[in-house]
């Protein structure tokens, strides 16, 4: 079976304040959990030690993003080595935001695939499209073109146990942050169409964890976490509510 995730990834946003009302929340709201799912909490680097501290290991935590290098002189950065070493699971590469802000390209995508996998983390690589691919019919073929490069290392890598470390998240640009999502059937035809290239790259498609992000909510978690290739969340604003993030990991079907 394949693992069932609801990330909450912070953005630049919450505090030691929030960190402290939150995590012990979400600690003892999902203990008790018995759909399986892994809760991870993704919060600005600088809050990592304070959310491990309270998450106890009932919750998982990860970075938003890491260099592109091992370590050296580059200010400002953080390695994927470091949050291994901070007690980090996973690391969110590729963000939109940061593809769209800070210029990231496919290329350095895989370059931060590659060091993640090094470090022993599992990267959860974001992609999807903007309004205009989709509008011009571009989706599958944009989203595919991300898939396959930004996880080129991997299969250069030759070692099939890389994948067990993949997880690859869905985010359509246009229901970032916007209150519009897919609809659970166009998120469903996307995954599907993800596993799909992950099997032609030769990938143990079967068992790589799809999820969905922009937008989802506690009013249609439900219903995207019922098709069959969504496998969980990235959750943005919602993970910043306490109840609305805990609602959201519940809504995920028992023993589906
Ligand atoms: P959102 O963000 O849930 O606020 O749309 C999702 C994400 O960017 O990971």
Redesign the pocket.
């Known amino acids: 079976m394949r693992r069932r995730i609801v990330a909450g990834?912070w953005?630049m946003n919450g505090s030691k304040d929030l960190s402290e009302k939150l995590v012990g929340y979400v600690r003892s709201e999902t203990g008790s959990l018995d759909n399986g799912v892994e809760v991870v909490i993704i919060p600005p680097a600088l809050y990592v030690g304070d959310v491990l501290r309270l998450a106890q290991d009932a919750v998982s935590v990860g970075v938003q993003n890491v260099g592109r290098w091992q370590s050296g002189a580059y200010t400002g950065e953080i390695s994927a080595e470091m949050a291994k070493d901070a007690g980090c699971r996973y690391v969110l590469v590729g963000?939109?935001?940061r593809r769209q802000f800070f210029g990231e390209t496919d290329e350095q995508v895989a370059e931060k695939v590659s060091l993640v996998l090094a470090s022993g983390l599992a990267a959860i690589m974001?992609v999807g499209e903007s309004l205009e691919e989709r509008e011009s019919g571009q989706a599958e073929t944009v989203v595919a073109g991300q898939v396959r490069a930004g996880l080129a290392s991997v299969v250069r890598a030759a070692d099939g146990r890389a994948w067990q470390n993949i997880v690859v998240?869905y985010?359509p640009v246009w229901?970032?942050?916007?209150g519009k999502t897919a609809t659970a059937d166009d998120a469903q035809a996307m995954h599907a169409s993800i596993r799909g290239v992950l099997e032609d790259m030769g990938a143990p498609a079967e068992k790589i964890s799809l999820l969905y992000?922009?937008?989802?909510k506690a009013d249609n978690a439900a219903a995207l976490f019922s098709e069959p290739d969504i496998d969980g969340g990235?959750?943005?604003?919602?993970?910043l509510v306490a109840e609305d993030f805990v609602s959201i990991c519940r809504y995920f079907p028992a023993g589906a």
């Open positions: 990834n953005k963000h939109s935001e974001c998240a985010e229901a970032i942050g916007t992000g922009g937008s989802v990235l959750i943005g604003g919602a993970s």
